[in-house]
T-cell receptor, first 113, second 112 residues
Framework: KAGVTQTPRYLIKTRGQQVTLSCSPI?????VSWYQQTPGQGLQFLFE???????NKGNFPGRFSGRQFSNSRSEMNVSTLELGDSALYLC????????????FGSGTRLTVV | SQQGEEDPQALSIQEGENATMNCSYK?????LQWYRQNSGRGLVHLIL?????REKHSGRLRVTLDTSKKSSSLLITASRAADTASYFC????????????FGTGTRLTVIP
């Protein structure tokens, strides 16, 4: 059974650019959530999608957005990149709506220069 | 701000010893989960304990939950060098939220 796949693994972008990250959940999992991990702020929840609908959103600016497709794959977009957006972005998939553990991908390491 | 705080921030032990990590959180929860992270890679789910449970075991792992004190502990028995990693507690506030609040993490080093 394939795990959660995140692409790309590493990314270097320039301030002001935009970036799109991709997450393919475990087959059959309908929930995908995104987290940002930085040394200063730790792991913070960005948003969660379930059956193509955003159900929950963390406290991040509107530059951070996402979507989920009918096959449950999800993308996260960050526009007008800032240096502080440099982070490890993790996605997690779950078969159910809460109450169970989550399976995380290996993450995308984004560096903004 | 993060929901949880972990203690200690770093822990170094000899192989074969037990490791205990503590987690405190701020609000009522539905469940608490522990994850392991190796060298900035993805998180691996270790164990989940629900708010109506007090103790749970999985292999060499033992987790306790005290909702009155809003705290949890993770015990790893007979540690191995391969247990070297960062460990995070995460709380889920309500069923259906699919939104975890993570603690600050404990960096565990097991010396062979």
């Amino acid at each position: 059974k394939a795990g959660v796949t995140q692409t790309p693994r590493y990314l270097i972008k320039t301030r002001g650019q935009q970036v799109t990250l991709s997450c393919s959940p475990i087959s059959g999992h309908r929930s995908v959530s995104w987290y940002q991990q930085t040394p200063g702020q730790g792991l913070q929840f960005l948003f969660e999608y379930f059956s193509e609908t955003q159900r929950n959103k963390g406290n991040f600016p509107g530059r951070f957005s996402g979507r989920q497709f009918s096959n449950s794959r999800s993308e996260m977009n960050v526009s007008t990149l800032e240096l502080g957006d440099s982070a490890l972005y993790l996605c997690a998939s779950s078969a159910n709506r809460g109450g169970y553990g989550y399976t995380f991908g290996s993450g995308t390491r984004l560096t903004v220069v | 701000s993060q929901q949880g705080e972990e203690d200690p921030q770093a822990l170094s032990i000899q192989e074969g010893e037990n490791a205990t990590m503590n987690c405190s959180y701020k609000t009522s929860i539905n469940n608490l989960q522990w994850y392991r992270q190796n060298s900035g890679r993805g998180l691996v789910h270790l164990i989940l304990i629900r708010s109506n449970e007090r103790e749970k075991h999985s292999g060499r792992l033992r987790v306790t939950l005290d909702t009155s004190k809003k705290s949890s502990s993770l015990l790893i028995t007979a540690s191995r060098a391969a247990d070297t990693a960062s460990y995070f507690c995460a709380t889920e506030l309500q069923t259906g939220a699919n939104n975890l609040f993570f603690g600050t993490g404990t960096r565990l080093t097991v010396i062979p």
